[in-house]
């Protein structure tokens, strides 16, 4: 079954404390994103990887870095949580190419106090 | 830049009433259309789709024509069902993102 998962689904923390979320797929898709999702702004793109070592600024960077060292992980790595990246977070993966969809993870709500 | 527009609801209908929530955009060529779904609780799944223009997708009785002449793509249904209460995203690929819009609230009242 195609699958994109997300560890953890919840997460509380405090400001500061470095954390790491999670993403996989078994698609073989070579592009993965991150998205947050805030009420009233909509989802907005993270970042975005368009294949192994390839990682590029979405539209909302600031707060966040990921990495691409293999095809099927792309983790999302707060270093420094702050009380406004409490959000609602979903990976997602497409083929390469233009034009096809994308497919999403479960999301990962995260709130940082 | 491209962008998507959409009713913002709530929408709040009874069972069986008809559906119609309005998407239109803004783009550079023809680009393919989306209508994504998320349920409470979950992410976004893909409802349906259309690659070119009067193209219709269509997936468990909603449907959406690509309309070039209007830059719509206006998602339908017949008969709402309780269980079609979700949030509704139009999208359309912009380079290597996507754009949404800001979703649209249905609720389904028995």
């Known amino acids: 079954e195609a699958q994109v998962t997300q560890n953890p689904r919840y997460l509380i923390t405090v400001t500061g404390k470095k954390l790491t979320v999670t993403c996989s797929q078994n698609?073989?898709?070579?592009?993965m994103s991150w998205y947050r999702q805030d009420p009233g702004l909509g989802l907005r793109q993270i970042y975005y990887?368009?294949?192994?070592?390839?990682?590029d600024k979405g539209d909302v960077p600031e707060g966040y870095k990921v990495s691409r060292k293999e095809k099927r992980n792309f983790p999302l790595i707060l270093e420094s949580p702050s009380p406004n990246q409490t959000s609602l977070y979903f990976c997602?993966?497409?083929?390469?190419?233009?034009?096809?969809?994308?497919?999403f993870g479960p999301g990962t709500r995260l709130t940082v106090t | 830049g491209d962008s998507v527009t959409q009713m913002e609801g709530p929408v709040t209908l009874s069972e069986e009433a008809f559906l119609t929530i309005n998407c239109t955009y803004t783009?550079?060529?023809?680009?393919?259309l989306f209508w994504y779904v998320q349920y409470p609780g979950e992410g976004l799944q893909l409802l349906l789709k259309a690659t070119k223009a009067d193209d219709k997708g269509s997936n468990k009785g909603f449907e959406a024509t690509y309309r070039k002449e209007t830059t719509s793509f206006h998602l339908e249904k017949g008969s709402v069902q309780v269980s079609d209460s979700a949030v509704y995203f139009c999208a359309l690929p912009e380079g290597q993102n996507f754009v949404f819009g800001p979703g649209t609230r249905l609720s389904v009242l028995p």
């Open positions: 698609m073989n898709h070579e592009y």
């Open positions: 783009a550079t060529g023809y680009p393919s």
């Open positions: 997602a993966t497409r083929r390469g190419g233009r034009g096809y969809e994308q497919y």
């Open positions: 990887s368009m294949n192994v070592e390839v990682t």
